[in-house]
């Protein structure tokens, strides 16, 4: 079994201030140049390779804690009997 767990911190939620601009003759789809933001959010993954699940939570905070909430997570979600001992 492999699997590989990673994280990315400080994931920024932003909202735009006006809506998607529509495309045009010959202009591509647009967006303005504001935005608003929301905060950041962490995003923990793990995917397992060989069955090609993918476990994830985001988390508002990043720390050890959550992380190792995370990996806690995985574990009870993994199969038991992939695992040698």
Not at 23 to 41: F, L, N, Q, S
Not at 43 to 52: K, P, Q, R, S, V
Not at 62 to 77: A, C
Request: some cysteine; hydrophobic content about 35%.
């Amino acid at each position: 079994m492999v699997l590989c767990v990673d994280e990315k911190s400080q994931i920024q939620a932003l909202d735009r201030t006006q809506p998607v601009l529509p495309m045009g003759m010959g202009y591509v789809e647009g967006v303005t140049h504001d935005y608003v933001r929301h905060g950041t959010t962490t995003l923990f993954a793990a995917l397992d390779i060989a069955t090609g699940q993918v476990l994830t939570q985001c988390k508002s905070r990043h720390r050890h804690q959550e992380y190792l909430q995370f990996l806690k997570e995985v574990d009870t979600n993994v199969r038991q009997d992939w695992i040698s001992t």
